[in-house]
Structure formats: structure tokens, C-alpha cells
Nanobody
């Protein structure tokens, strides 16, 4: 059994910074790319950032230069550092990780963490 637990998020004023974290635990043989998605009210879930197993990163155009995705030393944790936040960044943020347990590759989602940016 694998669990993804998110932490961080909260309420911040426009221009501020926040960091959200996602830690994977359980039966893990290897982890492929780790991703952050977000979903604002009434909108579809969108991909925000991805980091590969070799630490290559990619970002949505809307967050380039403001957000940074990184992995922890233990490689089972992913962070999203968000700076210069805008009200339009308000959303529930979800981590998404594909994990190989040694038997199969499965797709896992975190429980989501609310980020609210006030103007």
C-alpha cells in the first residue's frame, strides 16, 4: 500500500510565497516522474509542474519563473515552491506520482491542499 501525504498551502497575500510538499510512503521500489496539478473552482484540473526521475523539470506557462518543483534527498518527496503568487493561483493543489511497487506500476494522487491568494 502506498500513501501520498500533502502538507503546506494556506492563505497568502498576492506577491507572497508558499511551499507545498508531498511525501510518498509504503511499498515503493521506484518512483518515476512526480507532478503537481491544481484545480480551481469551476475549472478543469491542470498540470502545473513536473520533475522527472533525472530531475528534469517542466512548467506550465502560467507559472514559469514563479514556481519551482524539486525533490527531496530521499527522492520520495516532492516540493512546489510558489513565489510572486497571484489571485489566479488560488486552487486545490494535488501531487501525482507513478510508483513501481516491484510488481506493478500504479498512479497515485495526494489528498489535495488548498492554496488561497488574496488580492
Amino acid at each position: 500500500q502506498v500513501q501520498l501525504v500533502e502538507s503546506g498551502g494556506g492563505l497568502v497575500q498576492a506577491g507572497g510565497s508558499l511551499r507545498v510538499s508531498c511525501a510518498a510512503s509504503g511499498r515503493i521500489f521506484s518512483i518515476n516522474a512526480m507532478r503537481w496539478y491544481r484545480q480551481a473552482p469551476g475549472k478543469q484540473r491542470e498540470l502545473v509542474a513536473v520533475i522527472s526521475s533525472s530531475d528534469t523539470t517542466n512548467y506550465a506557462d502560467s507559472v514559469k519563473g514563479r514556481f519551482t518543483i524539486s525533490r527531496g534527498n530521499a527522492r520520495n518527496t516532492v516540493y512546489l515552491q510558489m513565489s510572486s503568487l497571484k489571485p489566479e493561483d488560488t486552487a486545490v493543489y494535488y501531487c501525482n506520482v507513478k510508483i513501481f511497487s516491484g510488481l506493478r506500476l500504479d498512479n497515485y494522487w495526494g489528498q489535495g491542499t488548498q492554496v488561497t491568494v488574496s488580492s
